[in-house]
């Protein structure tokens, strides 16, 4: 059988998306639509002159305008935290792709929106006091300042990403309008560190230099949370992976920005240790991902990329995590990983087409469902941990048009991935390569 042009891919997937998009569900919207931006960014810079790919770009600002007016709507609507730090990301997304296009009111808009999604996430979840033990402030997944929330990862990943955007989107020196989101991406990479030392096991290590970053911290006596939701040992989501590279790398692509305001706020700033720390960290978990999720490290694998086997990821609310693996390869497309991934980034491609519907080109949840028994057994010999279930059981009162649109989406991610790889470009050419020549500027 002919191999597929990722061309055609892209455009078969891409129409699907276009109608499916339109769901009610506040949070995966939000990361539907930074998948689309950032899928049509990557296809027109690809091939500017398709046809195809310019009414893609079309379309796109139908969803551009309908998701203003959807944020505007429910951005008090009293969702969790998260949910506001994953359209705070889209809308700076959304920001950017609109100074491309030439059209900076509406990407002063999208930055203002960007800006209240961070402004939601800090009132309902950032704990600003210095009580909670064995490491204190962090932001918890709450739906208001009075409601009790788990301090997850996802949920802190989000705000330290979405403050490194904002700060990099506002630019400027310091002090200025920067300073707030300066401020909060070092307090998240301080959280982070501290959880990160070996007594915590937050940070999993299997072996030096290959880790990965669990579901949330536990440790008594103020993290001890385990639901919203159900947790269970060794928990790991892709996405979390994902989000880590791109906060500990984007604190890298600011560099020069964030020294400036550390130099006056934090005393004693070693910029070149910051920035060491910076990279060896996000080495360990690119090596976590490349080992035991695209299997690199597992005998026979397809190296197709899987989720971890957990329950709490495919049965206790699959709509939520079944887009992990789009937004893992959605932040890995932006890093130079020297071309270590294109290969498993075309095969998971090629198994996303070969398992869609092939009447409407909708895309499975799941990839490759022959290597998903051998992928387990080896992920949790590694790992240490794992269900056997690789199944995603979606709760039937879900409507299918929303679960169509989320794993449509993160087939666009898969498929950005394959576009970018081999380029020689990435669209933010952040690299895990130790800059270690120049730590305090850009």
Known sequence: MAETPILDMAVGGFGRFSSVWDFEDFWTRGNTFDAALRFVTAAQRRWPDDPRVQDMQMFLRTIIGADRVYLRKEIKGGYWADDYGWWGIACVTARNYLMSVADPNGAAEFLGLAE????????????KLDTARPVPHGCANAESPTSN??????TNANLFVLSVRLAAAIGGTTPGPADPYLAMAYAQYLWFKAWFTPAHGYLWPVNDPVAMVQERPIGAPDYEHKDRPTWEPG???????????AGLIGCLSIRGQ????????????????FQNDLIARANTILAGAKTLLFGLGFTGSDHVLREAPFNSSFSDDAKDYVCGRGVLLRYLAEIDTGSALDEPIKLTADALWATRDTSNNQFAPQWRPAGDAGFNQQFRAAWGYGDGNTTWEFDPSWPQKTIDGIVQATGLDVLRAAILAGQGTVEHADSLVATETNPGGR
Do not use: H
């Open 235 to 245: 928990w790991v989501w892709s996405a979390d992976q994902g989000l880590m590279l």
């Open 116 to 127: 209240q999604c961070w402004a939601q996430m800090i009132a309902r979840g950032y704990d």
């Open 258 to 273: 964030l020294f400036e305001w550390a130099k006056r706020n934090v005393p004693g700033f070693d910029p070149r240790a």
């Open 149 to 154: 929330g788990t301090k997850n990862t996802v």
